[in-house]
């Protein structure tokens, strides 16, 4: 076939093409290997920088906030302080009436003993009142029998009679006005004891009352103490926001220039990965020219074991058109169809049920060429893998890691590497990348691959991956 393209060996090695081939290999691992951490530090910088684009965003707004708090706690606190000065306030004009309480309970106290006192001296008013009313009785007795002697004495009495008369009606007027006055006294008794009682009653209730305002001055004190505390912590909480809102005044312009550096800096290392991609595939060319010169020997077997498996693979794919088993722009079809709940996604094309019947043979034998090598498989010149090897074929189960690892039939591989080996019409390629193996651990690896024709009409290219 026109297509089909040798790779013959040099029947004489030159060594020094060899080790050019070899140094240039050499080479273009390492470049891969600093292209992989450089990939590796531009996501890591990626995300530091959107970290930081977060930061330098999130610091207005916590200015912002902050002026806010700092309003609030400087309003909150002169608010406490006018507290503070209130209550203190408060608290001595609840002293000066606590004084004025206990001076009332002990004009109170005094007011009951007087009022014992009047009490006792009203008992001897009113004593000596029933005496006197004895007296006038007597007088008024003794008027009584002077008059009925007056009265036997004829002319001779009456001027004593007039005289006990007298007496008589002053006896008399004796008693009623001792009766008054008792009444009086007795009205005044009755009334100092219903005040004796009151007193009592007040008097308990002052003593309550004092009590309670003990207790009252008690707890202010243990408020006051307790506001001024706060107003103090209070102070320390302004003063520390103060002080924070200084930094943070100070903390924002940085976190501009930190933001503006590393986003220079993800701009360089941006650069650098492309300028470096650049080497890769300049160092891709040096291995492709030195082993084309008659270099690298140790590959050779690799490359002519792809480029036979190749040619095999585009003369089974030309017979299939020529039998009808499939029509030959079904071979070239790009429409993609997802398969429903794969995760990673896997898609169908017309050619994908004939590749699983046609390939899975060549791809398995492949496998025994050396025990370094990883896996065969073709691609479709968009990175499109419809077959793989067995082991890399297993049905999709629930965890998207697994399935990553284990299920990479039917996806689309479309990176750098994926699309090279799919789309390049050089008699061979060979690429040098850095294999995922998960948690962070990679792999170099080399795959070398041969392009697939189909009736001189480029299909992709046959991938063969092995290690260093």
Not at 30 to 50: H, K, M, P, Q, Y
Not at 188 to 205: D, N, R
Not at 255 to 274: A, L, N, P
């Amino acid at each position: 076939m026109e297509h089909e393209t040798d790779f013959r060996t040099p029947s004489r090695i030159d060594p020094s093409l060899d080790r050019l081939a070899a140094n240039a290999a050499t080479v273009s691992q390492e470049i891969v290997d600093v292209d992989g951490f450089v990939s590796d530090l531009a996501e890591r910088t990626e995300v530091l920088l959107n970290q930081l684009r977060k930061a330098h965003e999130g610091s207005g707004h916590v200015l912002q906030m902050n002026a806010s708090v700092m309003s609030t706690l400087q309003n909150a606190f002169a608010e406490l302080e006018q507290t503070h000065a209130s209550f203190l306030e408060a608290l001595g004009q609840s002293q000066t009436a606590g004084k004025l309480g206990q001076e009332v309970l002990t004009w109170v106290d005094t007011l009951s003993g007087r009022t014992k006192d009047v009490e006792t001296v009203l008992t001897d008013v009113q004593s000596s009142n029933e005496q006197i009313t004895v007296i006038a009785a007597q007088v008024n007795m003794l008027a009584i029998n002077a008059k009925i002697e007056a009265a036997r004495a004829g002319e001779a009495g009456r001027g004593f009679s007039v005289v006990a008369d007298a007496i008589n009606t002053l006896s008399q007027q004796t008693g009623v006005a001792a009766e008054q006055i008792g009444d009086n006294v007795e009205r005044l008794v009755a009334w100092i004891m219903q005040l004796q009682s009151e007193t009592a009653s007040v008097s308990v209730t002052s003593g309550k009352l004092s009590a309670v305002n003990r207790v009252s001055q008690d707890r202010n004190v243990a408020v006051r103490e307790a506001l001024a505390q706060s107003v103090r912590q209070m102070k320390l909480v302004r003063d520390d926001a103060v002080e924070a809102d200084h930094a943070l005044r100070d903390y924002a312009p940085r976190v501009e220039d930190t933001f503006t550096t590393m986003r220079q800096s993800v701009g360089g290392i941006t650069e650098t990965h492309e300028r470096l991609h650049e080497l890769v595939d300049l160092s891709e060319r040096l291995v492709q020219d030195s082993i084309a010169a008659g270099g690298g020997s140790e590959d050779k077997p690799m490359i002519e074991a792809v480029q036979d498996r190749a040619a095999q693979i585009s003369a089974l794919f030309e017979e299939a058109v020529e039998t009808g088993r499939i029509a030959y722009d079904d071979f070239f079809d790009c429409e993609y169809r997802s398969l429903p709940g794969t995760d990673p996604e896997q898609v169908m094309t017309r050619f994908t049920p004939l590749t699983d019947m046609l390939l899975p043979e060549i791809l398995e034998e492949a496998l025994k060429l050396d025990p370094r090598v990883v896996f065969c498989a073709a691609v479709d010149k968009n990175g499109y893998l419809p077959t793989h090897n067995r082991e890399f074929s297993e049905p999709q189960g629930d965890d998207p890691v697994w399935n990553m690892a284990n299920c990479r039939n039917r996806r689309i591989f479309d990176d750098r590497v994926g699309l090279k080996a799919g789309r390049n019409q050089e008699p061979f390629l060979m690429q040098v990348y850095r294999r995922d193996m998960g948690g962070g651990d990679h792999v170099l690896m080399r795959d070398l691959s041969a392009p697939i024709f189909i009736k001189n009409r480029h299909w992709g290219g046959l991938r063969l991956a092995y290690r260093f």
